[in-house]
C-alpha cells in the first residue's frame, strides 16, 4: 500500500503555540503518513526539531507579506512534486498561501488550521487582519476543512 503523503505549511517555524503543535502532530501520527513541512518563512528552533526527528522540512525564506503571493506558484509547482494527498496549512498566511497553491497543484483536500482567533486590531498587524479577511471570503472555496 502507498504511504499518504502530507504537505504542511505553516508561517513560520519560531517557537509558538502552533509551530510546537505541528510538531506534536507529527510526531504523534509518525508513520501513518509522509509529512513534509514548507515554511513561508524560516526554518526556526521547530524546523530543526523536526529535521532531528527524520522530517522533510523546506523554507521559501519569504520576507516581506508582498513577495508572498509571487511565492504560490513556487509552492504548488512543489506540492505537485511531492504528489501530496493533502495539504495541511497553519495560521492565515499559510491558509490563503497553502490553500491557493494546494488548488493551483490539483489537491482537493487542503485543511485550514486556525491556532488563534483574537483579532483585535490593537494586538494584530493591518496586513494580518486582512489575510484574515480574504481568508474569510475564500473559505467556502479553498478548504475541504
Not at 43 to 46: F, I, L, S
Given at each position: 500500500m502507498r504511504e499518504m503523503k502530507v504537505v504542511h505549511v505553516i508561517s513560520g517555524l519560531g517557537s509558538g503555540g502552533a509551530e510546537y503543535m505541528l510538531l506534536r502532530l507529527i510526531r504523534t501520527l509518525g508513520a501513518e503518513c509522509r509529512h513534509v513541512v514548507v515554511s513561508l518563512t524560516d526554518?526556526?528552533?521547530?524546523g530543526e526539531e523536526l529535521r532531528k526527528s527524520g522530517?522533510?522540512?523546506?523554507?521559501l525564506g519569504i520576507k516581506h507579506s508582498v513577495f508572498a503571493l509571487f511565492s504560490v506558484i513556487r509552492l504548488s509547482r512543489f506540492i505537485r512534486r511531492?504528489?501530496?494527498?493533502v495539504?495541511?496549512?497553519w495560521m492565515y498566511h499559510a491558509d490563503l498561501i497553502g490553500g491557493l497553491a494546494a488548488r493551483l497543484a490539483g489537491?482537493?483536500?487542503v485543511i485550514w488550521g486556525i491556532r488563534q482567533s483574537?483579532?483585535?486590531s490593537r494586538l494584530n498587524k493591518r496586513s494580518t487582519l486582512m489575510v484574515a479577511k480574504l481568508c474569510a471570503l475564500l473559505s467556502p472555496l479553498l478548504p475541504a476543512r
Open positions: 526554518t526556526g528552533v521547530v522530517i522533510e522540512v523546506h523554507s511531492q504528489g501530496a494527498a495539504v495541511q496549512t489537491v482537493r483536500k483574537n483579532l483585535s
